[in-house]
């Protein structure tokens, strides 16, 4: 098993350091230069191609990443620009967003992950990356344990007007569907009198990794717990739907709460393991999906990112 530390800052290549437009398949040793970098780093950034548009991203995302993925399950609100290229989290721009693994609350989720940048923001706006194998370091021994023990638990309900309607997230009207689908992904239905679906998910806290068989850090166990939204947003969706009512949160796997104190250790852990660069246009971030954990920061102006995933993988705990 290899263990390699985390850089700080993404790597960079530029097409001076790979002598080829990767808008086409790249010779084998520019493949693996960028591979090799990624397996270090964690994350790439690759600078200075002319990536101009969807096609020349989605083109980029094909050399490097192979076939893209179709957002399934999807917890956040954004668009499809084509092709399985979708816009980056639609979310009120002076609000971060947390880290994550992206579709960590999943049974799969994408092995990699590439952001394209066509307009940078004013001020603000990086997609800032947490250092994973780190954060796994920083964590108390402790926490760790149990969670290595009890698991974690998805609670998500699916209250009109309050995040994503279920059959936007799960492609269909047929609440006969939503049960197999769910089934077949590990995770309990209940459909309330009030027509209301709130679903269960027991995952696993750690998840290694399909190259090095690391034990890493992989969930959204930080992400979805109440203690991580703002305190008056929490106060008021408190108010209207209860505290086992609300759109996501987070159990250890026997359903007991998680402390509001260990969640804010655990975020105290990404936020220590953390750095972050600005975009300039063009650019394109790409990410292991398990090694480096993203966000996004408030910002100023307008910002325009695009995002695909590739290689499936399924949990091996």
């Known amino acids: 098993m290899t263990t390699l530390p985390l850089r700080t800052t ?53 050399a490097l990443g192979g076939e893209r993925l179709e957002y399934t399950e999807r917890s956040t609100p954004r668009k499809s620009l084509g092709g399985r290229v979708y816009t980056s989290t639609e979310y009120a721009k002076d609000k971060e967003i947390f880290f994550h693994n992206e579709n960590s609350y999943q049974a799969s989720w994408p092995r990699w992950l590439f952001f394209h940048c066509s307009v940078p923001a004013a001020g603000g706006g990086a997609t800032p990356l947490a250092d994973i194998r780190e954060v796994t370091r920083l964590l108390d021994a402790d926490v760790r344990a149990e969670f290595a023990e009890r698991g974690w638990l998805h609670v998500r309900t699916y209250q009109p007007g309050f995040g994503l309607p279920w059959p936007e997230v799960f492609g269909t009207e047929d609440r006969a569907e939503v049960d197999r ?18 679903t269960r ?71 220590r393991a953390s750095s972050r660069f600005d ?38 705990a």
């Open 201 to 271: 998910a027991r995952r696993a806290a750690f998840h290694r990794h399909p190259d090095t068989g690391e034990s890493l850090w992989f969930n959204h166990i930080a992400f979805f717990h109440p203690s991580t939204l703002p305190p008056a947003a929490l106060a008021v969706l408190t108010d209207m739907l209860g505290h086992d009512s609300l759109p996501n949160d987070t159990c250890y796997g026997d359903g007991k709460r998680i402390p509001d104190s260990v969640c804010a250790h655990i975020r105290d852990c990404y936020r």
């Open 10 to 62: 993404p790597a960079t290549l530029t097409p001076g350091d790979l002598g080829h437009d990767l808008r086409t398949t790249p010779p084998a040793a520019a493949a693996a230069r960028v591979r090799a970098e990624l397996a270090d780093a964690g994350a790439v950034l690759l600078r200075g191609f002319g990536v101009d548009g969807t096609d020349d991203f989605a083109a980029v995302v094909a």
């Open 279 to 316: 975009y300039e246009r063009g650019d394109v971030l790409f990410v292991d999906n398990m090694l480096a954990a993203h966000g996004r920061e408030p910002y100023d102006g307008d910002r325009s990112v695009a995002v695909a995933m590739t290689g499936l993988v399924r949990g091996t």
């Open 181 to 198: 689908y769910c089934a077949a992904a590990g995770i309990t239905t209940t459909w309330r009198p009030d027509g209301v679906l709130q």
